[in-house]
């Protein structure tokens, strides 16, 4: 299992259209990839589960990933937040 | 034959089909079904179809109004797909044996309610979006197909209300007349349709559930009435109206080119108010001599996050070159109220007409207001363009927009980039900014009058609520009082003054304005020429 943290800059937050972005970009990959906002998780695929988190700008977040792929996983997500949210 | 009465907006006569808008759709019926692998495929044939028409929705969206307003299908696509979403409703199917219509609506109602239920205004707003994909799977389900988009042939649009969203994603030339049940002859409906010079009408007492799409109905708003399915004999009536009208429209034609001026002389200046960089076609079509108001907000609603400097830039100097040197008065954001936009993350407020809105966000956020500054600041040195700000109340807010105007102009400065300082005005539409207008006259170099907002404060009645109609005087003493107070101040410092309010298209009070000296009335479009026609037979 691989994980980091990270603290969203997008001024509205984890909202529908980087959702959408981040359920495609997860779904390359065989690995479970989660993101909790304290003591609620998502999976990465599920869209308005995802938004359900309601993850608002200045939360952090946290990425866990398990599974095969889990490196390239974790670098592909990585970039992925840095670069959208 | 159904005979109905509304409330005027814009008058006109017109004929032909009605599509009517239904808000949340028809009662959706729970059948039990005994093939349950049917109805899954079933359901999978118009999903697939949902998301074609949702793909060909995004790729018309980009081409006509860009990407980023666009953006809100290709969401809806991705909501389409969500793990969650299918496998609730195929869970229903499987489980409970019900039709797929009956299981697309209770999930959809179900997940629209999780949303609505959060404490993000952002995410409140998305379970419109669950209901919307969800009417659309339920749609294509029962064969009803997309009515989403008009079809080729114009129509006469039939609905309970439209809201401002609503109404920016239509497309203008397929419209012939709106006729809705709620709304007031103040709200954004009637706004647009004076823009498009379209009949409209309001608070129409009729029953949606006895109206369907494709019926024939004939518009007359100059009479505020309108007769579902007429008899020959009414139809020939309101066809001799519309020959009329077009003689008219054709007599008004031959005052293109001419000047607003009374046979003794008198002259006014005629603009026009717009709300998008296409209405300048409708501009230069009725001749106006310039734009009195051009509402920026179009640039800010019906999206996802804030227009970029660049976009804006781009807008206002197509609208300035189009213009040619003509005056191009350009309104900073006038959001909150009722025009929102969920990314501004406003809140509701217990009075928002008198909360968080227009200047006071501007003010409050320097970084929005600059983006829209240096937009502007940029785009001066293609046209003859004029700064208006909304709602202000105090001389200090005047200060403080011009150091912000002067932070614009240096980080613009700092870049390299051309830029010209306009000419600034204000709106006065407020009784604290006519009380003090002498000592505002000083610092700004035009006055435009708001009559809207500044009867609704004036008179305290709230535009949007049609109970109050009958209270409401569009010539209020006090309010006439007020702009006449403003006009002697305006002229003793010297500076120019207009209306773009409605009242500046009030034919009744076109003498009026003309004898107190006002300098221009901005007016609908469409309102142009006659005015011109008025003016021009005043002694």
């Keep these: ?85 | 034959m159904i005979t109905c009465t509304g409330k005027i907006v814009y008058k006109g006569v017109t004929m032909g089909k009605i599509l009517v808008l239904k808000k949340d759709g028809d009662q959706i019926k729970r059948i039990r079904i005994t093939d349950t692998q049917a109805e899954l495929s079933r359901l999978e044939k118009s999903i697939e179809q949902s998301q074609k028409q949702l793909q060909n929705l995004y790729d018309k969206a980009v081409k006509e109004v860009g990407e980023a307003s666009a953006a809100i299908f290709e969401v809806h696509q991705m909501m389409m797909e969500d793990e969650d979403y299918l496998e609730a409703i195929h869970n229903m199917i499987e489980n409970e044996s019900v039709n797929a219509e009956f299981a697309v609506a209770v999930t959809g109602d179900n997940f629209s309610e999780m949303f609505a239920s959060m404490d993000d205004a952002y995410m409140q707003a998305r379970s419109a979006d669950i209901k919307d994909i969800s009417n659309r799977i339920v749609r294509n389900l029962s064969g009803k197909g997309d009515d989403d988009f008009m079809g080729e042939e114009p129509v006469i649009l039939v609905a309970e209300d439209l809201s401002p969203s609503e109404t920016v994603q239509m497309d203008k030339d397929k419209i012939l007349a709106f006729v809705t049940k709620g709304g007031s002859a103040n709200s954004h409906t009637a706004i647009l349709a004076r823009m498009m010079n379209i009949p409209a009408l309001v608070g129409v007492d009729m029953d949606l559930d006895q109206l369907k799409s494709g019926m024939v109905a004939a518009v007359d708003s100059t009479v505020g009435e309108v007769i579902f399915e007429p008899n020959s004999e009414q139809c020939l009536t309101i066809m001799a109206k519309m020959k009329e009208q077009e003689e008219q429209q054709k007599l008004l034609e031959t005052l293109k080119g001419k000047d607003n001026v009374t046979k003794s002389g008198k002259h006014i200046h005629i603009y026009a108010n717009i709300g998008a960089v296409n209405d300048v076609g409708y501009v230069l079509e009725n001749d106006a001599g310039g734009i009195g108001l051009f509402r920026s907000e179009f640039l800010y609603l019906g999206r996802e996050d804030f227009p970029t400097e660049e976009e804006q830039f781009q807008a206002y100097k197509k609208v300035a070159q189009m213009m040619a040197e003509k005056k191009v008065i350009i309104r900073t954001l006038d959001i909150g109220a009722d025009k929102q936009a969920d990314y501004f993350q406003l809140g509701k407020e217990d009075n928002p007409a008198m909360g968080y809105r227009a200047i006071r966000i501007c003010l409050s956020e320097p970084e929005i207001f600059k983006t829209q500054l240096r937009a502007l600041l940029r785009a001066s040195v293609y046209g003859n363009i004029n700064i208006m700000y909304p709602m202000i109340i105090s001389s200090e807010e005047v200060d403080r927009i011009k150091e912000i105007v002067a932070e614009a102009a240096k980080e613009l400065d700092a870049l390299g980039v051309a830029y010209k300082i306009p000419e600034q005005g204000i709106m006065i539409e407020t009784p604290a900014a006519v009380m003090i207008s002498d000592e505002l006259a000083k610092k700004v170099d035009f006055f435009s009058i708001g009559t809207n907002d500044l009867t609704q404060y004036t008179l305290a009645i709230d535009r949007q609520n049609n109970r109050l109609d009958s209270f409401y005087n569009a010539h209020h003493k006090a309010v006439m009082k007020m702009i006449q107070m403003v006009v002697e101040n305006a002229h003793a410092a010297g500076i120019w003054v207009g209306v773009c309010g409605e009242l500046g298209a009030d034919t009744e009070l076109t003498e009026t304005f003309v004898n107190m000296g006002m300098d221009e009335l901005s007016v609908a479009p469409s309102m142009v020429l006659k005015l011109r026609n008025i003016i021009r037979n005043m002694d």
Excluded: W
């Design chain 1, 1 to 85: 299992m691989k994980t980091f943290d990270y603290v969203i800059q997008d001024s509205v937050g984890i909202h529908a259209r980087p959702a959408g972005l981040l359920v495609k970009a997860a779904k390359e990959f065989s690995s479970k990839i989660y993101v909790k906002k304290g003591e609620t998780a998502s999976e990465a695929t599920k869209l308005m589960s995802l938004m359900k988190l309601g993850v608002k700008c200045g939360d952090t977040v946290t990425v866990e990933i398990v599974g095969d792929d889990e490196e390239q996983a974790f670098t592909a997500m990585q970039t992925f937040f840095e670069e959208n949210l």
